[in-house]
């Protein structure tokens, strides 16, 4: 099993899936991003803070569970 934080439950047409949150999705595409690019990896996160959709706390937290707080962030600085 894998990171369980950032997944929501979603009731779509009777069935119950598992649905990422946008501050989850945004830090897979960093832990993917040799396989994705960097600048997929990057172009989700400004996307994200651009449209005020993302929750940095809540990303920081994702990002340090899944050992991705050096990679994060010097962009995430950036944003601020």
Same mark, same amino acid.
């Given at each position: 099993? !894998?990171? *369980?934080? !950032?997944?929501?439950p +979603?009731? $779509?047409d !009777?069935i #119950?899936? %598992?649905? #990422?949150?946008?501050?989850? #999705? *945004?830090? &897979?595409?960093? %832990?993917? @991003? =040799?396989k994705?690019?960097?600048? *997929?990896?990057v172009?989700?996160? #400004? &996307?994200a803070?651009? +449209? %005020?959709r993302? =929750?940095? &706390?809540?990303?920081w +937290? $994702?990002?340090k569970l899944? @050992?991705m707080? =050096?990679?994060? @962030?010097?962009?995430?600085m950036a944003? @601020?």
């Open positions: 099993p !894998g990171l *369980v934080v !950032g997944v929501e +979603q009731l $779509i !009777g #119950t899936v %598992k649905v #990422t949150s946008l501050s989850r #999705t *945004v830090v &897979d595409c960093f %832990k993917y @991003r =040799n994705l690019g960097v600048d *997929v990896a172009e989700a996160l #400004t &996307d803070w651009e +449209q %005020k993302l =929750n940095l &706390d809540e990303a +937290q $994702i990002a899944a @050992r707080e =050096n990679v994060m @962030r010097p962009y995430l944003l @601020r």
